[in-house]
């Protein structure tokens, strides 16, 4: 039957005038949690033995990564006093950002301000408004092989090129300088450093740190420094914040409560302009941070309120816990996975709560590639890994050891035995 005006449409749907996003399509397939979920998918609910779960980073759902009671007993607090039930200003509490100014301050040879501090609804909102702010027509960004996937998202969300410059396995994942600087171009607007590194595991060395701070200078480009993980290190590298070199190049430090406190579904993020020079003052940076943050969600009044107690009380027997914990679960995954014949580990974990790993698929029958070890495990072994594709590794594994240490060993037992059906006679 014809409509009124004449039209025939093969389908009701050609009469509407809209359609979807297609760089939010593109970007939520970079997604992290959607690689895993679909390796999840493959488990068959045979209800025979529980999942293990080794592919994502969130540990606070298991009894030995509980948060401090110090933690929750602030949030309780703010939430009774009745002083945080309004809107928040979009920059985040006054006393929340002296909290964190404070906290970042310690590790830095200058003292930073409230004013260098933004809140954010934890720390994947802090590199959306960073990479937001920074996009303009033609822009792009140097970004780490392996890294987090939600950089690239971004960047697809906001139309910004991405150029990827690897990580050197066999020198502890330190950053491929030369590389860095054959990628870099009069539009290349920052380089992108995770300190400690998700995926890696690895921590970085003073010297390296000062040489990519001198490289980002000579290219004329800012560092967006990802220190979600910090101080969360347990090998013979300590944290040390790129902030320090900050007289040399401006950085950009993101960073939240997610990890070191264990709570990642608080969404309390930051970013930090650690920038003695005010160098991006001058050329505007700050200020398109301050418009986006002007035009987005602020992260929950009541827990900015808690945060101030929370940085300043727990003590630091929690995060020692904290630390031997992942400590001995590190140690014990690099030493399971030195067993596995088809596994390799380039470097030992030595930060943040990952390993990552190179499959040798010349030793393996009816394996395509990452994911298809990634599906098939889950399926037959009920054991949840991340695919390295995910994260611009093809035919490597994430593994993390941030589970229950129970957890952690039957599931790297069930890797082995997989290994070993699936290995050439």
């Known amino acids: 039957m014809e409509k009124e005006n004449g039209?025939?449409?093969?389908?009701?749907?050609?009469r509407w005038q809209f359609g979807h996003n297609k760089a939010v399509v593109a970007a939520g397939s970079r997604s992290l949690r959607e690689a895993i979920y679909k390796v999840i998918a493959c488990v068959e609910e045979t209800g025979l033995r529980p999942v293990i779960p080794i592919a994502n980073g969130d540990p606070s759902v298991f009894p030995s990564f509980r948060t401090t009671p110090i933690a929750e007993e602030a949030i309780v607090e703010a939430v009774r006093s009745a002083e945080y039930n309004n809107y928040s200003p979009t920059n985040g509490l006054l006393s929340a950002r002296q909290a964190v100014a404070d906290y970042l301050?310690?590790?830095?040879p200058y003292k930073l301000s409230p004013d260098d501090v933004f809140l954010t609804a934890g720390c994947s909102q802090a590199i959306d408004i960073v990479i937001s702010a920074l996009s303009r027509p033609g822009a792009n960004v140097l970004l780490p092989r392996p890294g987090f996937p939600m950089y690239e998202a971004r960047c697809i969300y906001n139309n910004v090129e991405m150029r990827h410059f690897d990580l050197i396995p066999e020198q502890g994942w330190e950053l491929d300088l030369e590389q860095v600087k054959k990628l870099a171009d009069e539009n290349t607007v920052a380089i992108v450093v995770c300190n400690p590194n998700n995926p890696c595991g690895s921590v970085l060395k003073y010297h390296h740190m000062e040489e990519i701070a001198k490289t980002a200078r000579k290219l004329g480009v800012m560092i967006i420094s990802d220190e979600v993980y910090d101080h969360l290190t347990f090998g013979s590298n300590p944290f040390i914040p790129m902030g320090i070199f900050g007289d040399i190049v401006p950085v950009v430090t993101l960073g939240s409560i997610s990890k070191r406190w264990v709570v990642p579904g608080w969404r309390l993020g930051w970013?930090?302009?650690t920038d003695p020079k005010g160098i991006l003052r001058k050329t505007k940076v700050v200020d398109s941070i301050r418009s986006i943050l002007d035009i987005t969600t602020d992260p929950a009044t009541f827990i900015q309120g808690a945060l101030p107690q929370i940085i300043e009380k727990t003590k630091d027997d929690f995060f020692n816990n904290i630390t031997h914990i992942l400590r001995d679960a590190a140690e014990l995954c690099y030493n399971k996975i030195k067993d596995i014949k088809c596994i390799t580990c380039p470097h030992k974990p030595e930060g943040s709560m990952f390993v990552m790993v190179k499959l040798n698929l010349s030793c393996l029958v009816d394996i395509n590639d990452d994911v298809d070890f990634c599906s098939k495990l889950a399926k037959e072994e009920s054991v949840i890994v991340c695919p390295g594709s995910a994260l611009e590794m093809k035919n490597w594994l994430r593994i993390t050891f941030a589970?229950?240490?129970?957890?952690?060993?039957?599931?790297?037992?069930?890797l082995k035995l997989f290994c070993e059906r699936h290995e050439k006679n």
């Open 403 to 414: 589970v229950e240490q129970t957890s952690l060993v039957v599931g790297l037992e069930r």
């Open 105 to 108: 301050s310690k590790d830095l």
């Open 7 to 14: 039209a025939n449409p093969s389908s009701e749907t050609e």
């Open 271 to 273: 970013i930090a302009t």
